[in-house]
């Protein structure tokens, strides 16, 4: 028998994205109790991949979220990417997170601040 376990990410009912985490093989015949479920191994190896494989997906959403300006809706540039480690109980997840350089927003118009340095002088 063969056993496989998937992430799958939804969105309204709509699937986004599926990774298989894991594949696991068992003999279909004599099970005794040592081959019955996952061994601790297999169980804390599935649960950190699945733990990687739904903070990956939910930086990834996070990030789309917030690339947008909220004031005038423009996609903001990149600033820098850095690695961040998050720490869970299955162990550290590295991620690569964005900075973006927030937009310099007033009524009449929307820049990014390096563009327009004097206006920025003005505002201070």
Do not use: N, W
């Amino acid at each position: 028998m063969e056993f496989r376990i998937l992430v799958e990410v939804r969105l309204a009912g709509r699937v986004l994205d599926r990774q298989l985490v894991a594949q696991v093989e068992r003999e279909g015949t004599g099970i005794g109790p040592e081959a019955i479920g996952l061994t601790l191994e297999e169980g804390k190896t599935v649960l950190s991949q699945v733990q990687a494989g739904v903070i990956h997906r939910q930086v990834e959403a996070l990030q789309a979220a917030h690339r947008k300006c909220l004031q005038c809706g423009r996609k903001q540039r990149i600033k820098d990417r850095r690695r961040r480690c998050l720490r869970t109980i299955f162990g550290v997840v590295r991620v690569s997170c964005r900075r973006y350089l927030r937009c310099l927003y007033l009524p009449f118009i929307c820049r990014y601040p390096f563009a327009m340095p004097g206006l920025v002088k003005i505002l201070d």
